[in-house]
């Protein structure tokens, strides 16, 4: 298989879908990959770097779109790249549909397979491919937090851990999962108050275990985030809803009462957010103030630190691609029904059930998708 692997085009995005290390893994199983020149350079990896892993080294992503069989990115094709797929091209990334009509439309238009990082699974009812950000994303909002606590960034003047004889900062982390957890590392590892809402009893059970007291946690309600937010410093947003659209858990009414000079970071942008205050920022202009609240909502947080999370990311998705490229996406896909759960779009069909919900597709089954697609394909032959 050809593979493909386009220079990333957001704004501040300096991850790139495959390192050398996992080139060079592709080759070993027989196959061919393209990396658009300078694709990973920002991040130490260099086009000779790539060169010496057997890719070939291509100018444009015009190029690389218009002969690779399966396109390998980090995040959502921009409309520019969408209008480059054609039909029976395969898009291996993260989508973050539910939040996206365009994008969607433009993918259904487009014909191609699109697998999408978020919602493949894993034997345990894991996201295997989403848990590497997530990670990153949860210590990084706990960074970017307290950065943004500084009075110089607009913040309240409030050092996370405080100093003795003064109490340390209020961090309120709604979510337990992956984002969540992490958050609460950082967080506690600088000295902070931390509370962590969740609505998983079992979740909240293995959250003491994990950090044997030292953190608050508690039944998420709405009484509960309310009293928690106004008296919180910084408070994460770390809800999840496995490719919908995340719940606005934070209302504007909540935000309008917090303290002025506090601080919240949506770590949900990708779905939508989980404040009703939220809107996506950029590295470059990574926040804005809502009734005196500095709001961090940068929807690729992780691309802060590319390097560390393009290995992470590769790591999880390395696997999938070589099953991808060995197999074939529809013998891939009927093999592994983690990976299915991956399949978004395919064929001009919404395969994945609440991107369909939430943005008025019809919803066909992925297996009865693909099934169509090959009958289709026949009668053409």
């Known amino acids: 298989m050809l593979i493909g692997v386009p220079k990333e085009i957001k704004n501040h995005e300096y991850r790139i879908g495959l390192t050398p290390?996992?080139?060079?893994?592709?080759?070993?199983?027989?196959?061919?990959?393209?990396?658009?020149?300078?694709?990973?350079?920002?991040?130490?990896?260099?086009?000779?770097?790539?060169?010496?892993?057997?890719?070939?080294?291509?100018?444009?992503?015009?190029?690389?779109?218009?002969?690779?069989?399966?396109?390998?990115?980090?995040?959502?094709?921009?409309?520019?790249?969408?209008?480059?797929?054609?039909?029976?091209?395969?898009?291996?990334?993260?989508?973050?549909l539910a939040p996206d009509p365009k994008q969607t439309e433009l993918l259904v238009k487009s014909g191609a397979t699109c697998i999408a990082y978020?919602?493949?699974?894993?034997?345990?009812?894991?996201?295997?491919?989403?848990?590497?950000?997530?990670?990153?994303a949860g210590?990084?909002?706990?960074?970017?937090?307290?950065?943004?606590?500084?009075?110089?960034?607009?913040?309240?003047?409030?050092?996370?851990?405080?100093?003795?004889?003064?109490?340390?900062?209020?961090?309120?982390?709604?979510?337990?999962?992956?984002?969540?957890?992490?958050?609460?590392?950082?967080?506690?590892?600088?000295?902070?108050?931390?509370?962590?809402?969740?609505?998983?009893?079992p979740r909240l059970r293995q959250l003491d275990d994990i950090f044997g007291g030292a953190v608050r946690t508690e039944y998420s309600t709405n009484d509960a985030i309310e009293s928690h937010a106004l008296e919180a410093d910084l408070v994460i947003g770390a809800v999840l809803i496995p490719g919908a659209a995340a719940p606005k858990l934070l209302t504007r009414d909540i935000i309008s009462r917090m303290k002025k000079g506090a601080v919240v970071v949506d770590v949900a942008i990708d779905q939508g957010g989980c404040f009703e205050t939220s809107k996506a920022t950029t590295h470059e202009n990574p926040t804005y103030v809502v009734d005196g609240v500095v709001h961090y909502c940068v929807a690729n947080m992780p691309g802060g630190v590319a390097r560390t999370s393009t290995m992470a990311l590769n790591n999880a998705t390395l696997p999938f691609a070589v099953a991808l490229a060995n197999k074939g996406a529809k013998q891939a896909l009927l093999d592994d029904a983690n990976l299915l759960e991956g399949?978004?779009?395919?064929?001009?069909?919404?395969?994945?059930?609440?991107?369909?919900?939430?943005?008025?597709?019809?919803?066909?089954?992925?297996?009865?998708?693909?099934?169509?697609?090959?009958?289709?394909?026949?009668?053409v032959a």
């Open 139 to 201: 210590r990084m909002s706990v960074q970017c937090g307290a950065h943004h606590l500084e009075k110089a960034q607009g913040g309240l003047g409030v050092l996370l851990g405080g100093v003795p004889g003064v109490a340390p900062a209020k961090v309120l982390i709604i979510g337990g999962g992956v984002v969540g957890t992490n958050a609460a590392k950082m967080a506690l590892g600088m000295g902070a108050d931390v509370t962590i809402l969740d609505r998983s009893l």
């Open 343 to 379: 399949l978004n779009v395919h064929a001009g069909m919404v395969t994945y059930q609440a991107v369909a919900d939430v943005l008025g597709y019809e919803f066909v089954d992925p297996k009865l998708a693909l099934q169509k697609s090959a009958v289709q394909q026949d009668a």
């Open 21 to 96: 290390a996992s080139v060079r893994e592709l080759i070993s199983h027989g196959h061919e990959v393209m990396v658009q020149k300078d694709g990973g350079s920002a991040i130490g990896f260099s086009d000779e770097m790539y060169v010496e892993a057997g890719a070939r080294i291509i100018d444009t992503a015009e190029e690389i779109f218009a002969s690779a069989d399966m396109i390998v990115k980090v995040k959502e094709p921009q409309p520019q790249e969408c209008e480059m797929l054609r039909p029976g091209q395969i898009l291996y990334t993260y989508l973050h």
């Open 118 to 136: 978020e919602t493949v699974t894993d034997r345990f009812g894991g996201l295997p491919l989403l848990a590497p950000m997530s990670e990153v």
